[in-house]
């Protein structure tokens, strides 16, 4: 069973109680998460920078782009340094958020639905990074940082892009 889900277990002798039991996440699954989380976010942006916006919702995104970059980029640098192989995002996934991305873009005030997008997007990339922050053994404080600076970025993020919608 994934450490993910929520596994139960019966408590007590002859008792019918379920309780669930989450199972915590060690520092290999969370560097995983951080690289899935960097990756989306960096092809979501990619598929929204040739859209027509305003410089400075540009340069917003770009920064972004670049902050999700240097964080994949460290997250791997932890992970080649323990010898661990991490997983990479699904290339179908970002085919699948291109080919959207395209198709919310194509009416209306772009760069009021870019930034509805990327905030939707962050909201729900944070509310994942919490849960693995919360799911984490913490044994490891240079993971810790990491996360929590990918958690800094999306709150960031969500900050540059409300004047926008």
């Given at each position: 069973m994934k450490h993910t889900q929520k596994m139960f277990r019966l408590i007590g002798k002859g008792r019918h109680i379920l309780v669930p039991v989450i199972t915590m996440k060690d520092s290999k699954q969370i560097l995983t998460s951080i690289i899935?989380?960097?990756?989306?976010?960096?092809?979501?942006?990619?598929?929204?920078?040739?859209?027509?916006?305003?410089?400075?919702?540009?340069?917003?995104?770009?920064?972004?782009?670049?902050e999700y970059?240097?964080?994949?980029?460290?997250?791997?640098?932890?992970?080649?340094?323990?010898?661990?192989?991490?997983?990479?995002?699904?290339?179908?996934?970002?085919?699948?958020?291109?080919?959207m991305t395209k198709t919310r873009l194509a009416y209306g005030n772009p760069d009021?639905?870019?930034?509805?997008?990327?905030?939707?997007?962050?909201?729900?990339?944070?509310?994942?990074?919490?849960?693995?922050?919360?799911?984490?053994?913490?044994?490891?404080?240079?993971?810790?940082?990491l996360s929590q600076r990918l958690l800094d970025c999306q709150s960031a993020g969500i900050r540059q892009l409300q004047s926008y919608l």
């Amino acid at each position: 069973m994934k450490h993910t889900q929520k596994m139960f277990r019966l408590i007590g002798k002859g008792r019918h109680i379920l309780v669930p039991v989450i199972t915590m996440k060690d520092s290999k699954q969370i560097l995983t998460s951080i690289i899935r989380t960097t990756q989306m976010g960096q092809n979501g942006i990619r598929a929204i920078l040739p859209a027509s916006m305003r410089p400075g919702l540009r340069k917003a995104l770009q920064a972004q782009l670049l902050e999700y970059d240097a964080i994949e980029t460290e997250a791997h640098s932890i992970a080649s340094q323990r010898g661990w192989e991490l997983p990479e995002s699904d290339p179908g996934l970002q085919f699948l958020s291109r080919l959207m991305t395209k198709t919310r873009l194509a009416y209306g005030n772009p760069d009021s639905k870019i930034a509805d997008m990327m905030i939707q997007d962050n909201t729900r990339r944070m509310v994942r990074c919490l849960k693995d922050l919360h799911q984490s053994t913490k044994e490891d404080p240079q993971v810790g940082v990491l996360s929590q600076r990918l958690l800094d970025c999306q709150s960031a993020g969500i900050r540059q892009l409300q004047s926008y919608l």
